[in-house]
């Protein structure tokens, strides 16, 4: 594992990363940061201080708009085609990240797809994409970069759970729906259930070494929401008591907290402006 590799040429300045018990310049894999929340997130870790691969499936443009936000922050981005629901795409995102940074030092579980029709009319080979693509990614991109979490851990002294040090971790991003169903897409809601239980497995599988978290997001505005009629948005925005939706900042932040919080693995951040109490 390439852990002393340089991830550049020449010196840079000293990281804003609050986690300065890793190498220094830490690393994350983003997958599914073209657009929207995965774009936010990978901008909130290049802030923090964090080199960034910037995956997308078919948004080439909008992933390099993602790697250029990364670069204006002041830190590295690569850019890498995969469909994470292939194993060998997510392979193909660790690597990239070792051979440009050295390894991997958070892994975010962002890319997902959503599909709005009633079980009596899902063709079961939908419902098998919406899985591949929200689930099966996840482990397929957690079990490939495990490998380098687990040496970022060494690297770090192996003290992820005493609270002195967050260490690598891996973060889902699930949905609010895992817990309350959806009607019109079971496959969706269901594939963010399945990642809650993925997230506790993992968490007890990798510690003490990885944190494994999920969070939780309600109604945010991207364009997977981008086709809510005036009238399903009144009505979604009387059940928020923050009277708002969320932005892809507030999932960011959610984010970054959970990649800083040493003591907190195998939790869901729930991040639905009030939307559902748990
Ligand atoms: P979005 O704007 O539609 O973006 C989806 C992202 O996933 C895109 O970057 C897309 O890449 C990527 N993606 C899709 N299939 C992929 C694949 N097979 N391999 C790699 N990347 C793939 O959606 P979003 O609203 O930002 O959602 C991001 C995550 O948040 C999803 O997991 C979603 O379920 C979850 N979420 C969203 C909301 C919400 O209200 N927006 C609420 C709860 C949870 P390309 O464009 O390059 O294909």
Request: proline fraction near 5%.
């Amino acid at each position: 594992m390439g852990r002393d590799a340089p991830a550049s040429e020449g010196p840079r300045e000293t990281p804003k990363c609050p986690t300065p018990y890793l190498r220094a310049m830490p690393a994350a894999i983003v997958t599914g940061s073209s657009r929207g929340i995965g774009a936010a997130i990978a901008e909130r870790f290049a802030a923090d201080g964090y080199d960034v691969v910037v995956n997308y499936n078919t948004s080439a443009d909008a992933a390099e708009g993602t790697a250029a936000a990364v670069r204006d922050a002041g830190q590295e981005a690569v850019v890498r085609e995969a469909d994470v629901s292939e194993y060998a795409g997510a392979e193909s995102l660790v690597e990239a990240a070792v051979e440009a940074f050295g390894g991997v030092d958070h892994l975010v579980n962002n890319a997902g797809i959503d599909q709005h029709v009633y079980t009596a009319d899902l063709d079961p080979a939908d419902f098998d994409r919406v899985m591949d693509i929200n689930v099966n990614s996840a482990f397929n991109c957690t079990k490939a970069a495990l490998p380098e979490l687990e040496a970022a851990a060494e690297a770090a002294g192996g003290d992820g759970a005493s609270g002195r040090d967050p260490g690598p971790s891996v973060t889902n991003v699930s949905s609010i729906l895992a817990f309350t169903g959806a009607p019109i897409e079971c496959h969706y809601a269901g594939s963010k259930g399945a990642l809650l239980s993925l997230t506790k497995s993992h968490a007890r599988d990798f510690a003490p070494d990885v944190r494994v978290n999920a969070v939780a997001p309600g109604h945010v505005e991207t364009d997977m929401t981008a086709d809510r009629t005036n009238e399903e948005k009144e009505k979604e925005l009387a059940e928020i008591p923050v009277d708002r939706y969320g932005r892809v900042e507030d999932i960011a932040d959610a984010v970054a907290y959970l990649r800083d919080a040493g003591f907190v693995t195998g939790e869901t951040l729930n991040v639905n402006g009030g939307e559902l109490m748990r």
